[in-house]
Every structure is written in structure tokens, then in C-alpha cells.
């Protein structure tokens, strides 16, 4: 019995497509065609202009082990820099995987890619699979616009998306970044950022944000909690009184927080019906209070 290869195909692609297969010399510029190469993965370069910055390790070490067993079923897709230097163009899960594989060898599409294209293919590759999370998208969205000097309805149209859509994308940007860090890990979805991004002071998004996260509230119920927060003075001030000094206390819970959190000492804070009050720092000592002096002066 022949001794099985090392560190190639595996089965999978071999198996479907030996014929169409072929090894490439390190020495070799190959021309750009529909023809399945095997490229040593040392010569491959990761993609410059990668949208995707977050990679589960788990997911990875997964799809490694498949590989193991079954190979690379898709190609991954590559530009060719110089001889032997090649870029990925699309499909870094497939590369990171076959490597924690030990693979030495990877089947790849050869591409004419100049720089604006590699930034559309891996972005639309991406999206089409769905793997970027909202955050990520937003910033591939902007950096196509500064670097390819492209306008929201010009975007859209390269990705297959309205300009509402790509200036939502956009418009989360805007939100503070603990809203940004909760939304690229999941902790909230898109339908919870699109109403926030209607407040226009970042101290109440956030406040909203904390509440949604730790009340487990859904998109119907944080929009609904925007609403009443938006409503017009003239409505705030009649039945509504009560739930609108419900609102403040969560507010002043918050800012109680966030203050200890600055000084790392106790602060209380109280305020009567007229909105005026005072903000307690308690402090241990003279250089507790000196500390906490030239923190007040910093802000």
C-alpha cells in the first residue's frame, strides 16, 4: 500500500478534481486562469485589506479537523505578487485552518487583482457569507468610501445594498465605543443599535445600551424605550411625570457608577423635584484628596 501524503489536499479536493489540479513551481509567474493550483502555503501572504478582524479559535480548530478528514472542498483565491509571493485575495478561515491542519500545500484560484479590487472581493466574499459582524462592515463600508472615493449610493451598488443600508452601517460609527464593543460581540443585535443611534447625546445611548443589556430587553421593547425617551417636553410633563423620574434615577445610577468608576471612591448623588443637588466624593486621607484633586483638574 502506497503510504498516504502528508501535508497536501487531503481528500476531498483531490479526490473531485485531480485532473484539473496542478503543482506550481516556486520559480513559475502563472498566468491568471480558471485552473486550480496547489500553492506552498509559506508563499502566501495574508490580505493587506481583510475587513474581518475577529476569528473564533474553536470555529477554526473545527474546521481544521474537517479538513484533516475531507480536505479542502473550495479553492481559496489569490493574486500573484511576484515569483513565488502570492496574496490571498479571499478565504483566510480556509488558510488559518489549513495550517493548524499542517498542510503544506493549498489549492488556489490565481486572480489579476489590483488593490481596490482585492478591497471588493474580500469585502463582498465576506458579507455574501455573512461571517462580518455589523461593526466590521461599517468600517469596510467607510474605508471603501475614503480609499476608492466612493459615495453611499456607489457603495451600495457594488455590494447590493440601498443607500439607506449602507448609511445605517455608517451611522454606527457614530455610537460610543462600549455600544460598538457590545454589538461586534453579540451582546446586542442591529436592530437594537438603529434606534439608539437616533439619540443624539452619548450619555443616554449608553445609559439605554446598559439597560438593554442587563434587562435582556428586545428590539420592540428598546425601541419603545427610545420613544419615550424622545417624546416631546410638552407630553414628558403630564402623565408621563412618574415614568420620567423613573428614568432619571436609572440616569443618576449610571452617572453614580461611571463617577465611582473614575475616582474609585464612594460618590453619592442627590437631586430634588427642581432638578438641583450635589455630587458627593467621599475620600480616606490628604493624599487620598490630592489624588482625587488632580484627577477632578484632568477631566
Do not use: C
Not at 29 to 44: A, G, H
Amino acid at each position: 500500500m502506497e503510504p498516504k501524503k502528508k501535508g497536501g489536499l487531503g481528500k476531498g479536493l483531490s479526490a473531485i478534481l485531480s485532473s484539473e489540479v496542478r503543482n506550481s513551481p516556486l520559480n513559475e509567474t502563472i498566468p491568471p486562469s480558471n485552473n486550480i493550483n496547489l500553492i506552498p502555503i509559506s508563499k502566501v501572504e495574508t490580505n493587506p485589506f481583510q475587513p474581518r478582524t475577529e476569528f473564533d479559535e474553536e470555529a477554526l480548530q473545527e474546521l481544521a479537523d474537517s479538513i484533516k478528514v475531507h480536505g479542502i472542498i473550495q479553492p481559496i483565491t489569490i493574486r500573484q505578487l511576484g515569483e513565488g509571493i502570492f496574496q490571498l485575495i479571499s478565504g483566510e478561515r480556509r488558510l488559518r485552518a489549513a495550517r493548524l491542519a499542517g498542510l503544506t500545500e493549498i489549492p488556489a484560484y490565481i486572480r489579476t487583482a489590483n488593490d481596490e479590487q482585492m478591497i471588493e472581493m474580500a469585502l463582498i466574499e465576506n458579507i455574501q457569507r455573512q461571517d462580518l459582524n455589523p461593526v466590521e462592515i461599517a468600517l469596510t463600508y467607510k474605508r471603501m468610501m475614503e480609499e476608492l472615493g466612493l459615495k453611499q449610493e456607489e457603495l451600495g451598488e457594488k455590494v447590493g445594498k440601498n443607500r439607506a443600508t449602507v448609511a445605517n452601517f455608517i451611522r454606527l460609527l457614530k455610537l460610543p465605543p462600549e455600544i460598538q464593543i457590545g454589538l461586534r460581540d453579540g451582546q446586542i443585535s442591529m436592530g437594537h443599535a438603529k434606534p439608539l443611534i437616533t439619540i443624539d447625546n452619548p450619555t443616554f445611548q449608553l445609559m439605554l445600551y446598559r439597560q438593554v443589556v442587563n434587562e435582556g430587553l428586545n428590539v420592540r421593547q428598546t425601541e419603545q424605550k427610545v420613544k419615550e425617551l424622545l417624546l416631546p417636553k410638552a407630553e414628558k410633563n403630564s402623565p408621563n411625570k412618574m415614568e420620567q423620574n423613573d428614568k432619571n434615577k436609572i440616569y443618576l445610577k449610571d452617572l453614580q457608577i461611571r463617577l465611582e468608576s473614575k475616582f474609585g471612591n464612594r460618590v453619592l448623588i442627590n437631586q430634588n423635584e427642581n432638578g438641583r443637588g450635589e455630587v458627593k466624593v467621599e475620600f480616606q486621607s490628604t493624599d487620598d484628596l490630592n489624588r482625587l484633586l488632580e484627577i477632578w483638574s484632568a477631566i
